[in-house]
Each structure stands twice: as C-alpha cells, then as structure tokens.
C-alpha cells in the first residue's frame, strides 16, 4: 500500500488521478489532497478518497475549507502546509498538477526528503529544470513524468543504454488550428482556440496546445528530464494523438509509445511505475482506427517551436524568459487585449529583450520570471 500526496487536485490532471486512486484502493491510500481555489471538488474528493490532511493553497479560503471538510480529514493552507504534507515519513508518492510556480518548491522539497514525484506541472521543469534534476541527482527522490509525450518517452528508454539513443520525437496533434491559414489564425478567437481535437485539458494548456507554444514547453522538459542535448530533440505532428512519443536509435530503429488520447494513463504509469496497473483505462484498438497521420510541423505557420530552440540553445534562465511571456500572453489574448498572433509577438519580443543568465537559484530564475511577465504585461 503507498500512501500519496496531490497537489493540484481540483485541476483536469488532478481530476483524473482521483479516479485512478479511487479505481484501485488496495493499492493506494492518500494522505493528503491539495487545491487553490476549488473547494467543491476538494470535498468531493475527501469524500471519495478519504485522505488524512486537505489543503488550500489559500491563505483567504481556510475558513471556507474548514468548514466545507468538517471533521472528516485535517484541514490546513499555504504553502508551508504542502512542504510539510510532501515530506511527511509515511507518505511515498507526490503527484504535483499545481498550475504555475507554486510547484517548484514542494517538488524540490519532495526529492530531497527521498520520495516518488509523478510530475505534471511543466513549469517545474521549465524553470528550474537544471535546479531540479540536481536536486533528483542528490536524493534518493525520483522523478517520474506524467504529461503524456514524456511518459511516452520515458517508456520507450527504459532499460535501454544511451549510447543506442540517436534521438527523441515528441508527437503534437497539431491543434485546432493545423490545417488553418497563418491570416485566419492571427484572428482566431478564444473559443476557436479552446476547441481542442483530441485532448480534454483546462484552458491554458488547451490554448497553449493551439499556438504550439505546449510543444515549446515540453522540448524543454524533455531536454532537462532525460538530459538530451537540443538537437536530440524534435517535434512530429500526429493529429489523432495516438503515438505521444519515439526513441531514434542509432542504428535507424524507431520505439514509439502508444495508447488512447487518455491522461489517466501516464497519470497511472506515474503512479505505478515501475509496475503497472492492470486497467488503467481504455485499450487501443489498432485496426478500428484504420489511420495513423504525420506531419512535420509548419514553423513559418507556428513560431513556437523557434522560441523553444532558442530557450533550448540558451539555457539558464531563458526557458523561463519564455514561459512568464507566454503566460501573459495568453491571459491577454483571453481577455481580449491582443489577437492570436500576438502571443506569439510578445514572446519574441521579451525573449528578445532580457538578458540570459545562468541558472544559480531559485530567487534568481524567478527575477527573470517576473521581469519577464512586466514587459510581456507593456507591450502591444
Ligand atoms: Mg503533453
């Protein structure tokens, strides 16, 4: 029996573990669930997994918690609460989904104190990702990836050697706006952005996946989590978004790792790895399908991939130069303020303008972070 820990629970990635834990209760207990701001979901969830501890991430909504939890598990918030909830001694896995920033110091605190961390939140590794590997390389932590590419990758290099390793393909459905022309997607509107082919995810990650700026995000990921240099990387469309990942091998063999679009099975694989759970969710069937699709990405069309060689080639603090712009950005886009294309115009502009610096601490990459987010918040 493994006891674990989620942070961000109330989210899509959140969600979806809930019912993983809840389908296979002998062989996980949870000891403690966190969220920011959605409580409802929170006491649905102490109701249906029975945790020790439930945590609001906010100081404000304590009193709200409180009372919504009642006497059935301790209630605690802040920040402070989740560092000690990860590092409690009985507790074996954390699965972090928090969306942000706020995911960086648990993550880190949860490696040092020696325990499993299914990953979800990107900005984690975005950020800190030199920080953060260090931190895994020290402790006895592990870090085990949950976003569906980089389980896929992950799967595919496990056991094998690295010198066998020539490459890594990330796959990308392409978004809603794939077969668009560039015009009609500097125009876009926030519903056409929302309207995702193949995945359910919340908004960010939804309209990131539309401008590709995802894809970005997830090279750097997977370069700091399997230590690839950039040009091991690359990016293939797959538009059904049935192969999330491959492994080139030197000698010209491809490994690709599929499934159903289904995040509850990364989600699963994070959790169990390294067993596997019998029924995480539904199987593949190949022949139904009848037609698998690729692409090479259109970079004239969708930028983002440029900026990710750029963060890519730059290292230190420039990944997150990237992630602050393109946070902003989308804020702004959906709040009416910039068209499509201008997220893409702010990021290239603020990775343009701030400096590249080194990746020494955690206080100095969020200083890049939040200079980052002043001037994408300026312009246009
Ligand atoms: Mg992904």
Redesign the pocket.
């Known amino acids: 029996m493994q006891k674990v820990v989620i942070l961000g629970a109330s989210g899509s990635i959140g969600r979806s573990a809930a019912s993983v834990l809840a389908a296979n209760p002998e062989r996980y207990s949870v000891y403690a669930l966190a969220a920011r701001n959605n409580l409802d979901e929170l006491a649905a969830q102490c109701e249906l997994l029975h945790p020790e501890v439930v945590i609001t991430a906010s100081e404000e909504k304590f009193p709200e918690l409180r009372q919504k939890i009642g006497s059935r598990a301790v209630t605690a918030c802040g920040m402070e609460a989740m560092l000690e909830a990860v590092i409690h001694p009985e507790v074996d896995i954390v699965l972090c989904a928090i969306i942000g920033t706020a995911g960086i110091l648990p993550v880190l605190a949860a490696l040092k104190a020696g325990k499993k961390v299914a990953l979800a939140s990107k900005e984690v590794l975005v950020l800190a990702g030199e920080l953060v590997m260090q931190a895994c390389a020290d402790s006895a932590g592990t870090l085990v990836p949950v976003?569906?590419?980089h389980s896929g990758v992950f799967q595919c290099l496990a056991g094998r050697s690295r010198e066998e390793l020539r490459k890594v393909w990330l796959t990308a459905s392409g978004g809603p706006f794939r077969t668009w022309d560039s015009e009609r997607i500097q125009r876009a509107t926030v519903s056409e952005a929302l309207a995702h082919p193949t995945w359910q995810m919340g908004r960010k990650i939804t309209i990131d996946s539309a401008s590709m700026m995802?894809k970005a995000l997830?090279l750097i990921e997977a370069r700091y989590l399997f230590d690839l240099q950039p040009e091991q990387l690359d990016v293939v469309i797959n538009p059904q978004s049935i192969v999330h990942a491959l492994a080139e091998l030197t000698d010209g063999s491809m490994l690709a790792q599929m499934s159903v679009p289904d995040m509850r099975l990364a989600i699963a694989y994070g959790l169990s790895y390294p067993a596997r759970l019998s029924k995480p969710g539904s199987t593949l069937d190949l022949a139904q399908m009848a037609k698998l699709e690729f692409f090479a990405p259109d970079k004239d069309k969708f930028p983002a991939l440029e900026f990710a060689r750029t963060a890519l080639q730059s290292g230190g603090t420039m990944p997150a130069v990237m992630n602050a712009a393109n946070e902003v950005a989308v804020d702004r886009f959906c709040a009416g303020e910039i068209n499509f294309g201008g997220i893409w115009r702010i990021i290239a502009k603020v990775m343009e303008a701030i400096p590249v610096e080194p990746q020494i601490s955690l206080e100095q990459v969020l200083e890049a972070d939040a200079r980052a987010r002043a001037l994408a918040r300026q312009l246009f």
């Open positions: 976003d569906s590419e995802n997830e």
